[in-house]
Every structure is written in structure tokens, then in C-alpha cells.
């Protein structure tokens, strides 16, 4: 009886900690998520690049866009909240946006074109994953000098 008692204990710990794993692997994911202000072609059709963007998560900016510009936020978990004023050409006032995007599971970083975001196009046409550029350094010569003093006498 206390064999079976322990063995059960045992089981029971294994299964709450895999459960617990498996949440925490889904809702604890950190990811990054980039926005960029450039101009968007999908299909033949051009999105202009907007004068200024500025994106919020909760009360803090996390990013304020000019036309070709990047940012960046971080966040955790699946799902990403953010708003936008978004100030279409000099002079004009800026407009409130909100969002709340998916973020796949298998995506670390996640670009969002916010001219094609705020077209109203489908998400394949706004949402990319953010691959790194490999910058590869030319390996410098080594420069063999004789190994004499001026002397004519060696080291």
C-alpha cells in the first residue's frame, strides 16, 4: 500500500510538472516584434511610407517612426496589443489606431509593415519574420616584416 501511495505521488509530480512546462512554453515565449514605416508593393500596389508613427504598448512609446525607419518592442506570449497615431502628411493631425496581432509560436521576430497594416491587407501581406543579415569580415593580410633589428641583428 505505501509502495502504490509513493508511486502514485511520483506519477502525479511528473504530470503537473510537464503540464506546468508545456503552459509556460506557449505563454512565457519572448518575441520580438519590429515595425516599419517603408513604403509596401503587394500585388503590383504601392502603400506610401506614412510622415510619422508613433507606437504605444500600454502607456509607454516604444517606438516613434519617420518615413524608412524601424523600431522595435518586445513582448511575451502569443498574442501583442499595441495602438498607433499615425500623422499621414506633414501638417495633419494624427490618427488613433489599435491593434492586437498573433503571433506565431515558431517566430522569433516578426516584422509588421504599418502601410500595409493599416490598408486593411491580409495578414501574409503585412506580416514577415524577421531574418538577420550575416555580415561577413574580409579577413585581413598578415604582414610578414624581416625579423632584424636596424642593427642588422635579430630579436
Known amino acids: 500500500m505505501k509502495n502504490k501511495r509513493r508511486l502514485l505521488f511520483r506519477a502525479l ?27 509596401a ?6 502603400y506610401k511610407a506614412f510622415q510619422r508613427v508613433e507606437v504605444f504598448v500600454g502607456e509607454e512609446r516604444v517606438a516613434r517612426l519617420a518615413k524608412r525607419e524601424r523600431g522595435m518592442a518586445s513582448c511575451v506570449g502569443q498574442r501583442f496589443s499595441f495602438t498607433m497615431d499615425v500623422t499621414e502628411n ?11 496581432v498573433s503571433v506565431p509560436y515558431g517566430m522569433d521576430g516578426m516584422v509588421v509593415s504599418v502601410p500595409a497594416l493599416l490598408a486593411g491587407l491580409p495578414e501574409e501581406a503585412w506580416r514577415s519574420e524577421f531574418v538577420p ?10 604582414v610578414v616584416t624581416d625579423e632584424f633589428d636596424m642593427d642588422g641583428s635579430e630579436f
Open 13 to 39: 509530480t511528473v504530470c503537473i510538472l510537464v503540464a506546468v512546462a508545456a503552459v509556460m512554453m506557449v505563454i512565457g515565449r519572448g518575441h520580438t516584434i519590429y515595425f516599419d514605416n517603408k513604403t
Open 41 to 46: 508593393t503587394v500585388d503590383g500596389q504601392e
Open 133 to 142: 543579415q550575416v555580415v561577413q569580415e574580409e579577413e585581413e593580410e598578415e
Open 90 to 100: 506633414k501638417g495633419d493631425e494624427p490618427k488613433h489606431y489599435e491593434y492586437t
